[in-house]
């Protein structure tokens, strides 16, 4: 008699640890996994993210740097890789506060790193940032160009890039550091956008003066060494960013080995460009305040991305201002609403407790 065999399985899905699931990209990143079929896991404690857009996957309320957690969490699941987006980004307050900005993005992502090596999980994609580079000493900024960051949030994340160079040499841990100049935009469908508490990103804060939720917008700087004296940025659509992760992702599930990409749209916009831009699209008046210049901020931020382009097949779709500004309005116009929404994702607390603050 034969023996009876069964049919032949679809292997099962990634299963991703999200650190930092609840902030603005890791909430963007969470979509695009779900939308990709991955089983997900977000950690958050919650104190820069928000628990409604944690919609796919479980969110487990917790610290990075809470080491009993991550034992507990990679003791119960087999993570097939790990994205992380937790970290402090305020490029001011980093300069006046210089050692919470070392203690989480750089001593809990050791405390990371230590629990990924314990249970062999040897793939990590790295929320980085172009403040690693400090001054441009040309313009775009490529891969090559030297790193000298000139805050501490840029050195304490040029030290976890450095960490994780180590890491891969000394046990195979592979990982690709995707340095953003600056993301920016909402989710095209409305399901997601900026909620920082305080807001420090451009873009929110020139809406918001624009929607009336707030009274004006400050212009840090007039004296730079711009056409009109302004910062140039260049933004990047968080929905181009979070594909640029997932083709990462894919690269490293594929066995591909370690890699640095700059993720940008190849043109700066000056602050005054950016408000300009506001009014036309808005069709409303944006009131300016002039202020000092900024610790810590570079005149001109412009990326070459085309090492990602050529080795990732990345394209930065919708990474026009005008796109940008349009979704992040209408972002902008229905936030009460979305604010209103229950948490749809379930919440595991570790141990009572939340410590520290995680997200960007």
Not at 280 to 287: K, Q, S, Y
Request: hydrophobic fraction near 40%.
């Amino acid at each position: 008699m034969a023996l009876a065999t069964s049919k032949s399985s679809a292997p099962a899905p990634a299963h991703i640890l999200v650190v930092g699931g609840a902030g603005y990209i890791g909430s963007h990143m969470l979509k695009r996994l779900a939308q990709a079929g991955c089983q997900l896991t977000t950690l958050d404690d919650l104190s820069g993210g928000h628990a409604d857009a944690v919609r796919w996957g479980s969110l487990v309320e917790g610290h990075l740097g809470d080491a009993a957690l991550l034992e507990h969490l990679f003791s119960r699941h087999r993570f097939s890789a790990v994205m992380h987006f937790a970290s402090f980004i305020e490029v001011g307050a980093s300069v006046s506060q210089p050692l919470p900005y070392y203690q989480n993005n750089l001593a809990h992502t050791l405390t990371l790193l230590q629990a990924m090596q314990a249970h062999d999980v040897k793939r990590l994609v790295f929320s980085s940032t172009a403040a690693t580079f400090g001054q441009p000493q040309y313009s775009p900024i490529d891969e090559k160009h030297p790193q000298q960051p000139i805050n501490p949030y840029g050195r304490s994340k040029w030290m976890v890039e450095q960490v994780l160079a180590d890491c891969d040499k000394a046990y195979g841990l592979r990982s690709v550091c995707l340095r953003y100049f600056n993301a920016a935009g909402a989710d095209p469908e409305g399901e997601l956008g900026e909620r920082h508490q305080p807001e420090t990103h451009l873009i929110p804060l020139v809406l918001q003066a624009a929607s009336g939720r707030r009274s004006h917008i400050t212009v840090h700087g007039q004296d730079y060494d711009t056409p009109d004296g302004t910062c140039i940025r260049d933004y990047v659509h968080v929905s181009d960013l979070c594909e640029a992760h997932w083709l990462a992702l894919q690269s490293l599930l594929a066995g591909g080995p370690s890699q640095v990409y700059n993720l940008g749209h190849g043109q700066g916009y000056s602050v005054s460009q950016v408000i300009a831009a506001a009014q036309r699209i808005t069709g409303r008046r944006v009131p300016v305040v002039h202020g000092p210049r900024r610790p810590g901020d570079p005149a001109r931020l412009v990326a070459d991305a085309r090492l990602a382009r050529q080795q990732l097949g990345w394209q930065a779709r919708l990474s026009d201002l005008h796109t940008i500004m349009g979704h992040a309005w209408q972002w902008e116009q229905s936030l009460s609403a979305k604010l209103s929404q229950p948490p749809r994702a379930s919440v595991e607390r570790f141990g009572g407790a939340t410590l520290g603050a995680i997200g960007p």
